[in-house]
């Protein structure tokens, strides 16, 4: 299939400030993946360290380890989504298989004494967040798709909606794009595709237009497929200095690469409608990398209690997005072309970045000997402070002020335990994560249960751990006053681990 690329200034926008939110928090809000200890305790382990995916919440971690270790993880993903959208409950199941971390830790101890008695050097791969997910909502609406071409064409000029003499359809679509920017361009793909048509066609100075279809209400099946991944690649090094203080550091390196494909068919028009019947398809695709660091430090109060403090600096995000389009109805004078703009027909975006928000943590743990342990962890989050950059870019500006007065400060608490039985260790955790909106019932607390085993013989140690998390999100379906959908999320992961200690 040929690709053909054009640069359409300021496309990161195009979803429209509810869409962007959403971006904003697929890459800032960070799930609990890594070890399976890790995650049969819920990411518990600001305080305790001694665990390869604890280098998520507490650099200093590392130094706990009194050996050399290497871990490697991998599961199966479960995702169940529920849609509630005016109409019948409709439910999705998706599963998929990942290596969700990989590393290892080398210590180098010196004699007990008044300075550096271990400094430990660590690399760690671990998944943050995996983007395959499915879901689909059925329903009547009072809006149609015809609404969102006619907010976007609506003082539009009609002479550059028009598909010139010895110009393709296509060279068209991707001349507005590049020249008029991506409101010009989705005026002219609902025009091409029937959806509008101008108020006086005659002049091509019209700016105003009016819509073919004819509803009070109209069925709507919407269905939005996603895959990819948010990794992060972690150089850590964290030393115990004397006897009850560990400090660390870590520079954290993501691979991001997420696609969307969002299919959206209208039916039940009135019987008079010039329009029956209609479909609006889009494609995404995004990949990138991002760059954060944490500073972190552990205190050994006594045998009993260890205290722990973070710092996670924002992470920036540097994306570059490819989208891409279809559209079609059964309007008798549509331009007949109009399926030569496709998936096919390719938009490439400018390369922008997102700043997601510092993360700051405070840990507590209670160490009971080798019988078990007890740790909580609390972290906080302002996403009213995500950015889009340059932050110079007005349309930037415009999202960033929409984020600062509809997102908030997102607090998390973890709570992890351990009971040991010879080789075998029970745990057990629990997730709370409060909704980063301010005023949007749709969205959800977040609520997750884990459990697992672990079983130690000799150096070796396997471990496995299985977690179900819930919370309610709504999904932006397009821009230009479509209702939001609203999803019920239930995810579960199975996992299974190995480390060796030399």
Same mark, same amino acid.
């Given at each position: ?16 400030? #509810? ?70 409950? %409709? ?6 298989? $990942? ?36 879901? *689909? ?18 003082? $539009? ?9 010895? $110009?393709? /359809? ?14 010009? =361009? ?13 108020? &006086? ?19 709507? &099946?919407? *269905? ?12 850590? /090094?964290?030393? =115990? ?7 660390? #550091? ?9 696609? @969307? ?5 209208? !039916? ?30 552990? #205190? ?24 891409? =389009? ?6 008798? &004078?549509?331009?007949?072309?109009? %399926? ?13 970045? /997102? ?25 906080? =989050?302002?996403?009213? !402070? ?33 009971? @040991? ?5 029970? !745990?057990?955790?629990? @997730? ?37 998390? $819930? ?11 479509? @209702? ?19």
């Amino acid at each position: 299939m040929k690709r053909i690329i054009t640069f359409i200034l300021l496309g990161v926008c195009a979803a429209g400030s #509810a869409q962007i939110a959403q971006d904003v928090l697929r890459y800032g809000l960070e799930e609990i993946h890594g070890t399976a200890r890790y995650q049969a305790m819920g990411g518990a382990f600001g305080a305790l360290g001694g665990d390869l995916s604890a280098l998520n919440v507490n650099p200093a971690g590392s130094a706990v380890f009194e050996n050399g270790t290497f871990s490697i993880t991998g599961g199966v993903y479960n995702r169940q989504n529920g849609g509630a959208f005016s109409g019948p409950y %409709t439910g999705t199941n998706m599963s998929s298989t $990942e290596l969700g971390q990989v590393g290892g830790v080398f210590v180098f101890k010196s004699a007990p004494g008044p300075g550096w008695n271990k400094i430990a050097l660590s690399i760690n791969y671990d998944m943050v967040d995996n983007f395959d997910n499915e879901f *689909r909502v059925l329903g009547n609406s009072n809006i149609g798709v015809d609404n969102y071409f006619l907010n976007f064409a609506q003082g $539009e000029p009609l002479g550059p909606l028009r598909v010139q003499e010895g $110009e393709t /359809i296509v060279d068209a679509y991707l001349d507005i794009g590049s020249s008029l920017g991506f409101g010009a =361009q989705q005026a002219f793909l609902g025009f091409q595709a029937g959806f509008i048509d101008p108020v &006086d066609p005659d002049d091509d100075a019209n700016t105003d237009y009016f819509s073919n279809a004819s509803y009070n209400s109209v069925n709507q &099946d919407y *269905r939005q497929l996603s895959n990819g991944f948010n990794s992060k690649f972690i150089m850590n /090094i964290a030393g =115990q200095f004397q006897e009850n203080l560990y400090l660390g #550091a870590s520079l954290n390196f993501h691979g991001v690469l997420y696609e @969307r494909v969002s299919y959206l068919d209208e !039916r039940g028009y009135d019987s008079g409608s010039a329009i029956q019947a209609s479909s609006f398809d889009t494609f995404l695709h995004t990949e990138g990398t991002g760059f954060s660091f944490n500073l972190g430090a552990i #205190a050994k109060v006594n045998e009993t209690v260890r205290l722990g403090v973070a710092y996670q600096s924002p992470t920036w995000y540097e994306l570059t997005d490819d989208f891409s =389009q279809r559209a079609n109805t059964d309007f008798i &004078d549509k331009n007949p072309d109009i %399926t030569a703009i496709n998936f096919g027909v390719v938009n490439l975006f400018g390369k922008y970045t /997102i700043k997601t928000p510092a993360k700051y943590t405070g840990s507590l743990a209670f160490i009971f000997g080798k019988s078990g342990l007890i740790s909580l962890d609390y972290d906080y =989050q302002d996403f009213s !402070r995500a950015e889009l950059r340059p932050t110079s870019d007005p349309n930037f500006s415009t999202e960033n002020a929409y984020m600062a007065a509809n997102l908030g400060g997102v607090s998390t608490f973890r709570l992890g335990g351990e009971y @040991r039985v010879d080789r075998v260790s029970f !745990r057990g955790g629990y @997730r709370f994560q409060q909704s980063p909106y301010t005023s949007n019932s749709a969205w959800g607390d977040l609520q997750a249960y884990s459990g697992g085993l672990g079983y130690s013989f000799g150096p070796h140690r396997l471990d496995f751990a299985y977690s179900r998390s $819930e919370q309610d999100t709504g999904e932006a379906l397009l821009d230009g006053g479509l @209702r939001d959908a609203t999803v019920n999320r239930v995810q579960h992961y199975y996992t299974l681990g190995y480390t060796l200690n030399f």
